[in-house]
């Protein structure tokens, strides 16, 4: 959240090693969400209704400029109750001792079709019309996927309402939801404790299946229910944040820029005992600004501008041009933390290999049997970063070009499986697709944040996101390894613009003193 200057993250940690368990909430300030300083943990496990674990919940500013935290906790019996948590002093800048509510827990897994420990994760609060405000917890109910909602007049006492906010059943438990407003092509965001205005679109988005999905549609305020835009039986299909390693992301209302910023967890993916050789586990993701495209059909991402803070040494080439089988290197960069932004202009469009739209059903497998190195007619052309001399090692995010009925289909993978030599790792190779009006936009745009196991990139200015974790050995043996960009389909590729940049460290929880 973002209260009186400072942006405050809690997070999931475990204060006795870096395996899971033990779960309080970690919490760092931040004034710039670059830089972060480590304080206090906010919640911790000392009341009946949490003492299994203080899990995932959310913040609001209520009105009167006062925050209130609701979150889950387990009891011995490992029921899933809802908990609140006020700041002890709010003049404390950085918030640092939070008090728990004297009622807790404020919401209990009571009602037919609950199951007890299948319900969690409340959402940020938000008013309605009367006055009362509302939360959502995702649950399991009576076997399927559901968002409750529970009102209250002050945030301490809820009351269930005899329907949930939505439920699906295309699915089991939902976890992390998250519920906010949008405006079709405006990258502003709203404040949902606000009036929404005229036209905006509501965004249900749920964890699940190790991924964030979402759906747009209205919030129909006489029936107090989220009515989805389209409503598709089968979830492969549901929209995605991420295609990668992305999971339990989280929202808020910046009204310090007035955007709304996503946040998402990416776990490791190398062995246990490498965490505990390590001493942590799991990152954040860069913050992303997030907003709807102007079709109102589509979330759009992008990092927040605060990263640029850290480029320096900027690498620029213009105009090059890529035959079959190019390999360009982009030389005088930190390939081990960079920022990589690539504009790539298609010469013809007329030999697009033509759509099969089976292939949105498994696209990781697509990604497989279409890799960066076996032919297209346009592409696979795209980028490869952590490389080590020989190629034995490196990560390709690359594209394809395909026609589909109405328009053209865009491909964007990210494929791991040559990103290490190491055994035992995760290596899969990830990948989504998104239309794209090539005869209005020649240029397909990539962006790629390279932070040693992080490479995160933004294909079609943010409409295909891929969060991936690489654990390449060149990294650690030699410090060395390279970047190229690359063209391998039969289709000239142009780039009229290429920047690389370098990137600072940010200082990320280093204790000061």
């Given amino acids: 959240m973002y209260y009186n200057g400072i942006y405050h993250e809690f997070y999931q940690y475990n204060p006795n090693g870096s395996l899971w368990g033990n779960i309080i909430w970690g919490h760092s300030v931040s004034t710039d969400l670059i830089n972060w300083i480590p304080v206090e943990p906010a919640i911790e496990r000392d009341i009946p209704s949490d003492i299994n674990g203080c899990w995932t919940g959310s913040a609001t500013i209520l009105s009167g400029d006062q925050p209130i935290i609701i979150y889950t906790g387990a009891d011995k019996e490992n029921r899933q109750l809802q908990n609140i948590v006020l700041p002890k002093n709010r003049s404390d800048p950085y918030l640092r001792e939070w008090t728990k509510a004297g009622n807790n827990p404020v919401i209990q897994p009571v009602g037919a079709g609950l199951n007890s420990s299948q319900f969690r994760d409340p959402t940020t609060g938000w008013i309605g019309p009367d006055g009362l405000w509302r939360i959502a917890v995702g649950a399991e109910l009576n076997g399927y996927g559901a968002a409750l909602l529970y009102t209250s007049k002050d945030f301490l006492e809820w009351t269930r309402v005899d329907h949930p906010l939505y439920s699906s059943n295309a699915s089991t438990m939902w976890e992390c939801p998250d519920f906010f407003a949008v405006l079709p092509g405006n990258n502003s965001g709203l404040d949902l404790s606000e009036a929404i205005p005229n036209g905006a679109k509501h965004v249900l988005k749920m964890s699940l299946d190790s991924c964030d999905k979402y759906m747009i549609g209205v919030y129909d305020l006489k029936r107090d229910a989220f009515v989805p835009d389209t409503v598709l039986d089968d979830r492969r299909l549901w929209s995605r944040i991420d295609y990668g390693n992305f999971y339990a992301s989280k929202s808020f209302y910046d009204s310090k820029k007035s955007r709304r910023i996503i946040w998402g967890w990416t776990n490791e993916t190398d062995s246990s005992s490498d965490d505990v050789a390590k001493g942590w586990a799991g990152i954040h993701a860069i913050p992303r600004t997030i907003w709807l495209d102007s079709y109102g059909k589509q979330l759009l991402q992008w990092p927040v501008e605060e990263i640029e803070s850290l480029r320096t040494n900027e690498i620029s080439h213009q105009g090059l041009v890529l035959k079959k089988g190019d390999l360009f290197e982009i030389k005088g960069t930190d390939t081990s933390q960079a920022d990589v932004e690539i504009d790539f202009?298609?010469?013809?469009?007329?030999?697009?290999?033509?759509?099969?739209?089976?292939?949105?059903?498994?696209?990781?497998?697509?990604?497989?049997?279409?890799?960066?190195?076996?032919?297209?007619?346009i592409g696979p052309f795209g980028l490869v970063v952590l490389a080590s001399d020989n190629m034995e090692e490196h990560t390709a995010v690359h594209f394809r070009v395909y026609k589909s009925q109405k328009s053209y289909m865009i491909l964007m993978c990210s494929d791991l499986r040559r990103s290490s030599l190491r055994p035992g790792l995760y290596t899969p190779a990830y990948g989504g697709f998104f239309e794209f009006d090539l005869e209005k936009e020649r240029k397909i745009s990539l962006r790629t944040l390279i932070d040693r196991s992080a490479v995160e990139s933004f294909g079609g200015g943010g409409r295909v996101c891929i969060m991936a974790r690489v654990y390449p050995v060149a990294l650690v043996d030699d410090g060395g390894s390279h970047m190229y960009v690359f063209n391998n389909g039969s289709t000239t590729v142009g780039v009229p613009q290429l920047k690389a940049w370098s990137m600072r460290k940010a200082q990320v929880n280093v204790k000061r003193g």
Avoid: Q, Y
Avoid at 345 to 359: G, H, K, N, R, Y
């Fill in 345 to 377: 202009e298609l010469t013809s469009i007329d030999s697009a290999d033509p759509f099969d739209p089976s292939w949105l059903l498994d696209v990781e497998k697509h990604c497989r049997e279409a890799g960066a190195s076996v032919d297209g007619d």
